[in-house]
């Protein structure tokens, strides 16, 4: 294990007493055996060293409650957290994270909104993946951490929610779609415009597979620009922060606070804007806006053909063509603009509006968002995001942002990223998922990343 420590410090966890303390059980219950495997780190074995103290809180009703673990707890876990929580039937009984005191302060929310002691720190990821007693794990750590805890996870039965973008890269996406699909578990990806915002996204998607507009020509999405090279300074490492950890298969580099914030924050930290790390702006909020084109397409299951690059080297403008014709356009006046030969629909969080023609200035045309007739499409209403995945679990059917849609999402946002990156046109076949004809060599190269050993 290569946890990088200042002379003198102490390894983040090392008697980490939110782990190691007893909990308070229900009465009955027994205590729960953790499963070692080769997989543990040498930190998690440590942990499980002291089962004999440790105890985990068991389901009040097999049949009923459903209990579930988070993975990163940083600004996004906080604010979602709650929606679990909203759910009498769920309990979150643990929280990870490679900062000491995110997981505590995860833990301390969640048992102050209970109002009992059923909620631990863990040291280890993997530990929770582990336990028989957890059904299911949120996943809300930075992009580079979503693939191996996710596959981790279907191999163990649990359902999965995911944060977007649900993949650093292509390959990493379609294992974690494979090992769910395989799994047989539910899995939702983060996309919550397909559930939630006024459903706002759900007309306009509804509105294009209707045919409202005519023939689709072109969707703009005005989203940010794609990743840099991390080049912060190094700092000192605080305590409490498992670096080696966070950093996991990035490659090794110092501390930086604007990657890992020390403690809890109440911002979304830069390492979105870091090629190492994440996809940039393009794939922060790409995986968003994209999602809703993929699914207004209703192309959840493919993607585009061509990926044609602007030739002036601008980080905006480039086009990703489908086989029937349809550009998909990395920019526009607002987060979705569906331009077609019967009028345009543009939308985006706090507003949808339609008019004929392609003028913004144009006259409304309120017609063209009107409730589906009885022979149209209509698509889901959900209460929320966190609510349909729940019910998934419990109706045994998919959620409306699978593992498998989740990566297609994600595949648009990466296919971006590589031809900024090569800066030449590429062919992409999402049957075979792989660049084919010119510079597929190039292209495929980009395809997967080189993994740093980690523990």
């Not at 914030?261 to 979105?272: A, C, E, L």
């Not at 702006?281 to 806006?289: T, V």
């Not at 601008?314 to 086009?319: C, F």
Request: charged share 25%.
């Amino acid at each position: 294990m290569m946890v990088q420590l200042r002379k003198g410090q102490a390894h983040p966890f090392a008697n980490h007493a939110p782990f190691c303390e007893p909990a308070r059980m229900q009465t009955g219950s027994t205590r729960r055996d953790f499963v070692r495997t080769a997989a543990l780190s040498a930190a998690a074995l440590a942990a499980a060293s002291c089962e004999s103290t440790v105890k985990f809180p068991t389901r009040k009703s097999v049949n009923s409650r459903l209990q579930f673990g988070i993975i990163g707890f940083g600004v996004r876990a906080r604010e979602i957290h709650t929606g679990f929580l909203d759910d009498e039937s769920i309990e979150i009984v643990q929280v990870a994270d490679a900062c000491r005191a995110r997981a505590d302060e995860g833990a301390r929310l969640v048992n102050e909104r209970r109002k009992d002691l059923l909620c631990r720190a863990v040291p280890d990821w993997r530990l929770m993946v582990t336990d028989r007693a957890i059904d299911g794990v949120i996943i809300a750590t930075p992009d580079h951490w979503h693939c191996e805890p996710a596959v981790a996870a279907a191999n163990a039965g649990k359902h999965i929610y995911c944060e977007k973008p649900m993949s650093l890269t292509i390959a990493e996406g379609r294992k974690m779609a494979d090992a769910a699909r395989k799994a047989g578990i539910r899995f939702q990806t983060g996309s919550q415009q397909r559930s939630e915002f006024g459903h706002y996204f759900v007309r306009a998607a509804e509105a294009v597979q209707n045919r409202r507009i005519g023939h689709v020509n072109r969707i703009l999405i005005g989203i940010g620009t794609p990743p840099v090279p991390c080049n912060l300074p190094a700092e000192p490492l605080p305590e409490g922060i498992d670096w080696d950890a966070w950093l996991g298969q990035a490659p090794m580099r110092p501390f930086h606070h604007d990657l890992c914030p020390v403690g809890m924050h109440n911002h979304y930290p830069s390492w979105r804007n870091y090629r190492e790390y994440a996809n940039g702006g393009l794939a922060d909020m790409g995986a968003h806006h994209f999602d809703i084109a993929q699914w207004a397409l209703n192309m959840d299951g493919s993607g585009p053909r061509k990926v044609i690059p602007p030739i002036d080297g601008s980080l905006t403008g480039l086009r990703m063509v489908y086989a029937n014709g349809v550009e998909l356009v990395h920019g526009g006046p607002t987060d979705c603009t569906f331009e077609g030969t019967d009028g345009t629909i543009e939308c985006s969080r706090s507003h949808i509006k339609a008019y004929r023609g392609t003028d913004r200035n144009g006259p409304d045309a309120p017609e063209l968002l009107a409730e589906p007739a009885r022979y149209e499409v209509r698509l889901p209403r959900n209460e929320s995001h966190i609510k349909d995945f729940l019910a998934s679990i419990r109706q045994g059917r998919d959620p409306i942002c699978t593992a498998e849609i989740g990566h297609r999402t994600a595949t648009i946002c990466q296919l971006a990223v590589i031809g900024y990156e090569i800066s030449k046109p590429l062919l992409w076949d999402p049957a075979q998922e792989q660049f084919v004809g010119d510079n597929k060599d190039e292209g495929n190269a980009h395809c997967s990343r080189a993994v740093r050993p980690h523990h």
